[in-house]
Antibody, heavy 118, light 111 residues
Framework: QVQLLQWGVGLLKPSETLSLTCAVY????????WSWIRQFPGKGLEWIGE???????NYNPSLKSRVTISVDTSENQFSLKVRSVTAADTAVYYC????????????WGQGTLVTVSS | QSVLTQAPSVSGAPGQRVTISCTGS?????????VHWYQQLPGKAPKLLIY???NRPSGVPDRFSGSKSGTSASLAVSGLQGEDEADYYC???????????FGGGTKLTVL
C-alpha cells in the first residue's frame, strides 16, 4: 500500500520561500516521477512539476523560474521550494506519484494549505 | 482558466444516472493521451476514480464508468448515492506543456 505523507510551513509572508517535503511509504521509489500539484481556493488544480529518482525534473513553464524540486533517495523523500511567493501562491499543495506509462497521478498526499499573507 | 473544460455543476436524484464531460484539444485528449478522473470529497485529497479512459482501480464501484471520443471524455455515474456527492476532475497529459493538465472540476450534487 503506497502512502505519501507531506509536511511544511503553512503561513508565509510575501517574498519568502515556500518549502514542503513528501515522504513515500510502501511500493517502489524508482520507476516513477514524483509530482507536486496545487489547488487554488477557487478549486482549480495546477501541475507544478515532477522529479524522478535520478533527479531528472520537469517543471510547469509558468513557474519554472521560481520552483526547485529535489529528491533524497536515501529517505524516499522529495521536496518543493517556491521562491518569492505572493498571495497568488496561496493554495493547498499536494504531492503525488506519477505513473509514466498511463501518465496518471495514482497516489496523493494529504495536502498542505499554504497561505501567503503580510 | 483550466486547460480542460468541465461544466461547473451537475445534479441528479438518488438512483439516477448523470454524466460529466471533459473537453480538451489536439495537444492533450485529441492527441490520444489517456484521460483520468478523480473524486474529491470535501476537505480531502483527490482520489483516482478512473484511469486510462475506462479503467477502475480496485475498490471503485462499477457504477462509475469512463469513455473517450475525439477531444472529449465523459464520466458516468449510475445508481446515484448520497456518498457520490463530491467534486470530480478530469486529467490528461499535454504535449505543449509537457506535463499534466486538469479540468476545472464539476460539483456533483445528489438531490
Amino acid at each position: 500500500q503506497v502512502q505519501l505523507l507531506q509536511w511544511g510551513v503553512g503561513l508565509l509572508k510575501p517574498s519568502e520561500t515556500l518549502s514542503l517535503t513528501c515522504a513515500v511509504y510502501g511500493g517502489s521509489f524508482s520507476g516513477y516521477y514524483w509530482s507536486w500539484i496545487r489547488q487554488f481556493p477557487g478549486k482549480g488544480l495546477e501541475w507544478i512539476g515532477e522529479i524522478n529518482q535520478s533527479g531528472g525534473t520537469n517543471y510547469n513553464p509558468s513557474l519554472k523560474s521560481r520552483v526547485t524540486i529535489s529528491v533524497d533517495t536515501s529517505e524516499n523523500q522529495f521536496s518543493l521550494k517556491v521562491r518569492s511567493v505572493t498571495a497568488a501562491d496561496t493554495a493547498v499543495y499536494y504531492c503525488a506519484r506519477f505513473e509514466g506509462q498511463r501518465l496518471v497521478l495514482d497516489y496523493w498526499g494529504q495536502g498542505t494549505l499554504v497561505t501567503v499573507s503580510s | 482558466q483550466s486547460v480542460l473544460t468541465q461544466a461547473p455543476s451537475v445534479s441528479g436524484a438518488p438512483g439516477q444516472r448523470v454524466t460529466i464531460s471533459c473537453t480538451g484539444s489536439s495537444s492533450n485528449i485529441g492527441a490520444g493521451y489517456d484521460v483520468h478522473w478523480y473524486q474529491q470529497l470535501p476537505g480531502k485529497a483527490p482520489k483516482l476514480l478512473i484511469y486510462g479512459d475506462t479503467n477502475r482501480p480496485s475498490g471503485v464501484p462499477d457504477r462509475f464508468s469512463g469513455s473517450k471520443s475525439g477531444t472529449s471524455a465523459s464520466l458516468a455515474v449510475s445508481g446515484l448515492q448520497g456518498e457520490d456527492e463530491a467534486d470530480y476532475y478530469c486529467q490528461s497529459y499535454d504535449s505543449s506543456l509537457s506535463g499534466c493538465v486538469f479540468g476545472g472540476g464539476t460539483k456533483l450534487t445528489v438531490l
